[in-house]
């Protein structure tokens, strides 16, 4: 990593881009520092992804993309909380509609790429494919979705003669991209998971493929590389939480590499997010937990009522939102039934009426969302 050099400025008339080195060759990482926060890092994420065996993680998988979603749009302007993301269109207030599409296609996209890893390996097709659905119907619809940009584009600034940084020309995407998917799919390389994808990441936005998405694609791309290699069995860690949180040093590192060709300082922040986030999801896991027997105690001084409850709450594991429609389907009784069920869940402080109205009334199961919103240190 001594030898690293990003890459160059190239003149292309009245402005200079940004053309990045090949990253795919060996890699020799000697800084102490980056290898002691590896070995934390690995360890965190171990213990993260050891849920994966003794929870139902697929419960809760909807909960933590539906996270990962609202933050990651957040860093992009939208302002879709997380009950909202819960929402069917219809319920969202017009001026938000906008906002909620965006998170809607993030959630979309994390889905649909995760099941493309079936069949697909982590590709130049996987990451078209994935950023389709990202713009899919959304602001940005009109700039080539699924499709490597074919001009020059930039980040900051009203126009490219005052941008703060200009990515490489249009001609050299297809090329660098081929060389971040080798460098993916390198088995002989032996340059830890965790710093590939760090490095992927990095390169990914200095690149900036697309001419719109970038960065929502840039940060779904790591946990589908983590699901990918194995390293996660399930997508449960997320980063943009931590990016969010670290708006100005996430963007100020990415450009020090650029500038000072200070790929450790990069490495040292990327993992001390896996760190804050491995812990964080580790606690919001044993919270859920202590939530799920403090449940099972509420449940006991309810008799026969509680096996409706047990059904409707497995149901808001996956969507903490519910209308009595839904509670009506899910106990197979009348709608009567359904309401008296719901007045017992909102004694036991289960649920709790968000709408206000008299009629189409929605609840939400608030102490799970709040494990969700909690910020863990």
Known sequence: MKEFKAGAYKNQGHYKSFQPNPINKQWQVEDMEVLALLSTADRHLGRLDMYSEYVNIDLFISMHIAKEATKSTKIEGTQTNMEEAFLKIEEISIEKRDDWEEVQNYIAAMNEAVKMLHTLP????????????LLRGVRGENKLPGEYRRSQNWIGGATINDAVFIPPIHSSIDDLMSDIEKFANDELNYLP????????????????????????AGRLLITLYLVSKGVLKQPILYLSDFFEKNRT??????????????????????????????KSGVKTFDSIMQLQKSLEDKLKA???????????????????????????????????????LIATMEELKILHEITGGQRDRLY???DYIDLFETEFI
């Open 302 to 340: 309810i008799g026969n009522r509680s096996v409706d409850v047990r059904k409707v709450i497995e149901q808001l594991y996956t969507n903490p939102i519910i209308g009595v429609n839904q509670v009506e389907q899910i106990i197979e009784k009348s709608n009567v039934s359904a309401y008296r």
């Open 193 to 216: 998971d965790l710093l590939k994808i760090a490095l992927i990441h990095y390169q990914f936005e200095t690149i900036h493929p697309f001419l719109d998405g970038n960065g929502r």
């Open 364 to 366: 939400v199961f608030k």
């Open 249 to 278: 040093l996430y963007y100020d590192n990415l450009m020090r590499v650029r500038t000072h060709n200070d790929l450790s300082q990069w490495f040292k922040f990327f993992l001390a997010g896996i760190i804050e986030t491995a």
């Open 122 to 133: 982590f590709s130049s097709r996987l990451i078209k494919q994935t950023h389709k659905i």
